[in-house]
Each structure stands twice: as structure tokens, then as C-alpha cells.
């Protein structure tokens, strides 16, 4: 069993930098791929950024590659997500979200532990 804690989210500017964390518990932290999703309202769920279980592997959105960066610190047991020049289509509830395995997806469905997701706003 795994619980995540997301936390970091916040208002910032267009063109403002954020640091989104995923705390996790568990003893089995390093087994799990990790990955942030993001919901907007009134749109579906989308695939942010995923990394391996050794952090060695990541997988990003188009929308946010080069500008945001995906890490892990397994002796912390906590995901990052550095988000840098922030635009208003970021603004989102992010969540992040660990598989059962070792293996990382784009689809959310194969995410079996979810955080309780955090706000960003990104104003114009």
C-alpha cells in the first residue's frame, strides 16, 4: 500500500517557475513508477510527466516538455515536479500518481495510487 501527499501548488505569474512534491509512504516507494496528471475544469484528467521506479527513465507531455521537470528522490521518498516558465493553459488540480509495478504509462488508468491533488493557477 502506498499513500501519496502532493503539495506545492499556488499562484503564480505567467512565465513563473513552481515546485510541485509527492510524499510517499510505504516502504516499497522505490518499486513504483511515479507520474503528475493534471485536470483543468471542465476537461479530462491528462498525462503531465511519468518516471521510472530508478528515476533513470521519464516520459513527458508535448505541452510541457523543456519546460518542466520530472525527479525523484528515493531516500526521501518524495516526486518532483519543477514547472518553469508557467503559461495560463497550466492551470490546472495536479495529481500525482504511482503504478503497482515498476513500469511507467501515459494512461491513467494504470495508476492504482493517487494524492489528493494541488492547485495551480496561473495568471495572465
Known amino acids: 500500500q502506498v499513500q501519496l501527499l502532493d503539495s506545492g501548488g499556488g499562484l503564480v505569474q505567467a512565465g513563473g517557475s513552481l515546485r510541485l512534491s509527492c510524499a510517499a509512504s510505504g516502504r516499497t516507494f522505490s518499486s513504483h513508477a511515479m507520474a503528475w496528471f493534471r485536470q483543468a475544469p471542465g476537461k479530462e484528467r491528462e498525462f503531465v510527466a511519468a518516471?521510472?521506479?530508478?528515476?533513470?527513465?521519464?516520459s513527458y507531455a508535448d505541452s510541457v516538455k523543456a519546460r518542466f521537470t520530472i525527479s525523484r528522490d528515493i531516500a526521501k521518498n518524495t516526486v518532483y515536479l519543477e514547472m518553469n516558465s508557467l503559461k495560463p493553459e497550466d492551470t490546472a488540480v495536479y495529481y500525482c500518481?504511482?503504478?503497482?509495478?515498476?513500469?511507467?504509462?501515459?494512461?491513467?488508468?494504470?495508476?492504482?495510487?493517487w494524492g489528493q491533488g494541488t492547485q495551480v493557477t496561473v495568471s495572465s
Open positions: 500518481a504511482a503504478t503497482e509495478g515498476s513500469y511507467y504509462y501515459r494512461s491513467d488508468y494504470e495508476y492504482k495510487y
Open positions: 518516471i521510472s521506479r530508478t528515476g533513470r527513465g521519464t
